[in-house]
Every structure is written in structure tokens, then in C-alpha cells.
């Protein structure tokens, strides 16, 4: 029985130690911080999380004493007893996090009036398109179930503040994000995505960051995207993967093309009979944020957020819909635990969906593609957010 519990111990300890290295990944991800700086906290947490269970195993395991061989944690040092009293601490925010995603989160990440899904990679098969997979050779697309060719189709149905929205037809926004052309997937695959997007019938294409991770693709990407401003208007805003590259040259290629830059600023314009908002933050990583909505005769104010972060400025600020992306909905959802990976402060809390939070309607995107091309129990997201507004 002693070993019993000392084996609990030690494992709650481990997956406690986990947790705490996943929040603090999560929220350096969250803030302005070079991606070289990143990278090395990564490491960091990957050899910390691996190496971490074969020294508890050694010092309070295995011993003399050891809590396998029927001691207690009083039988341990000072030094590893208050190492594992503040590792236990790190399963509180761990099981949260489960008991969260098994009971609340499922229904708002579930908010889908239709799904379609697509396996693109198959489709591009029969269609004979050869620039689906992309000539990017990555270790994680050889994983049996990556779901990074396939795309699904959402409606979305939302209601703002207006009770007698219901009667009118619905602004129809198509969202999406985080396309990260880096040559996986290819070319064809977001050609696909935008054939879908033009299929949706929208009143208003908007794109939430994160354009490009190869910048010799941004020439492919505005060509795929163009299209898209003789569907409707297109409203984009850029992300912390573009401010790593010269992300002014994006700005200023996609505007070219027709697409409507509107970070730091508004742009009004009237849209299914109604008078809408368009704002956008790059924050934290570009610029400032926009100034404040002016509300007169204004039907709905929607902010466009690379960053779902970008939260409490959009309920202090009047804005009745916030769009984001940036958090790739976790991109590897486990069974049972949900989404670990989200960079948010928020953690994997707004990691994707449709969630209302204190009179703000919030989407945030799974988005389409990825710089480490992995997802599993995630598929890429298009969108079609109906506005009853
Ligand atoms: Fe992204």
C-alpha cells in the first residue's frame, strides 16, 4: 500500500511539474518576445519535463527510503519534499484544466450550426492537383493521423445585443486564420480553402494574421487571396509569425491587391443593411491599438485580434464581436485532457470556439495552416459566422 501511494506521489508530482512548464510556455508566448528567445524556453521545458521524472525517480523513488520501497514523504529531504509539495501544487491548474474541458468547454467549442469536412489531400487526389502536400519535408507529416490536409467547413451562429435580430437575415462574416504559407501544406490546398470561403457566400472576408512563415511565398499567397475582394470586402490584420519577417512588405502586397488593412484603425461600412465596424490590433507584437468606436449609428463593432488576448480591450472599448486566430486551437487536442498548447495568457481557455464572455461574442479560429504542420483532433477551420445583429 505504502508503495502504492509513494507511486501516486511521484506520478502527481511528474504531471504537476508538467503543467507548471506548460503554463509558463504558454504565457511567454503570449507577449512580445523574440522567437529565438522562445525557442530556447522550449528546449528548456522539453529537457526539463523528460529529464525531470528520472531524477525524482533516483532521488525520492528509489533511494533508501524511497517512496518505492515504503517510505514517506517525511523520510525525504527537506530540499525534495518541497519540490514535490510545489509540483503537486501544478495538478491543481492540470485537473481544472480537464474537469474545464469535460464539462463547460465541450459545449462552446461544439457551437457549429453545420460541418463539413474535407479531406483535401484525397480530394486533390482525384482532381489530379499536384501542390496540396507542399515540397516542405517536416518529421510530423508522416504522422498517420495528421489532420493537416483536411479542412473543416463551419457555420457559426451568433446574436448580439439587438432581441429583434432574429427576423433579419444575418451578416454573413467568412473568417479565417493563421495560414502560415511555408510551403506545407501547398499551394492547392489553400486554393481549395478559398473556392470554399468564395462557396460560403459572405458578406465580408476577414483574415486574422499570421500570413506567412516563408516569405518568398507571399507573392503565391496574394495571388491565392485575391480572388477573394471580387467575392465581397476583405478586412485582414497581421500576426506575431509576420512580425518576424519584414511584415510592412506584407501589409503593403496584400492592400495592393484589394484587401483592407484596418489595424490601429476603423473602417465603416454598410454590410447586409447594416452600418458595421471593422477595427484591428496587432498588439502585442505591431503598432498601437485602434481609438476608441465611435457608437452613433453604428449597427455592430466588430475588432479583429491576431491575439485572443486582446479580450479586455475589446469589452472596455464597446466592440460587440472580437475575431482571433493565433492559438491554432491547441493543434493537438488529447483525448480526455483537451488542448495543452495554446500561447495565451488566458492558456488553452480561449484556445478555440465560440464563447460569450461579459457581453462580447468571441470566435476564435482553429486557423488553416502551421508552422510545425501537426494537428490531431484539430483540423484546419474555415468559417462562416452568421451575425444576428
Ligand atoms: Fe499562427
Redesign the pocket.
Known sequence: MEQLTGALILLLSCIGHAELWVVAVNRSHAFRIRAKSLRMFRALHDLAIVVFPWVLLVNCGLNDHGLLRGGTLFDQTEFWRNVIAVTLLGTIPFFVGVIRWQWLRRFEFHKVATREIYNVAEIARLKKLNDVRGSRWHPVVIWPWNEILTLEVNVKRIQTRNDQALSRRPLRLIHFS?L?FIDCPGSDFYRFMVEKATELNGDAMIFTG?LIDKPELLATAVEILKPLTKIAPCFFIL?N?DWRYNYEHFRTTLSASGWKCVTGSHERIMLAERQVLFAGSELPWIGNPPPAVKHAGVDVRILLSHSPDQLRFAQAHGYDLMLS??T?GGQVVLPIIGPVYAPSIYGVDLAAGLFERRGIAVHVSR?VG?KDPLRWNCRPELTCLEVYC
Open positions: 493563421d502560415h499570421d500576426g509569425h486566430g493565433h491554432h486557423g502551421a
